[in-house]
């Protein structure tokens, strides 16, 4: 079964772009792209289908009530926790 996973930032442009490309290599890189339909977005136009991913990436701050269900992104950003990050990507993909 095929995985929706988010990407999404405050725009939707520029963030959520470098993240969604640094996904999109280490899902190739580690074999799991054909298990992943990869999605791009602004927080304001998905907060209201959150429920419709099942993995989801945020490089900016979500509302309390979805916190639990968004992998903070920031880590693609900063470079620290990168590793952290993609295990529980990982962990997802394979739920």
């Known amino acids: 079964m095929t995985k929706k996973l988010l990407i999404m930032c405050g725009t939707g442009v520029a ?4 993240v969604t490309g640094k ?3 280490w899902l190739e890189d580690n074999g799991l792209e054909d298990k992943v339909s ?3 977005s602004k927080i304001s136009d998905e907060l209201n289908r959150i429920d419709d991913y099942d993995i989801i990436v ?5 509302p309390d009530d979805i916190r639990d ?3 903070d992104g920031v880590p693609l950003l900063t470079g620290m926790g ?3 990050m993609y295990d529980r990507i990982e962990e997802k993909i394979n739920q």
């Open 15 to 18: 963030t959520s772009t470098v």
């Open 23 to 25: 996904v999109k290599t």
């Open 38 to 40: 990869l999605h791009q």
């Open 58 to 62: 945020s490089t900016t701050i979500v």
């Open 69 to 71: 269900k968004v992998i």
């Open 82 to 84: 990168v590793d952290e």
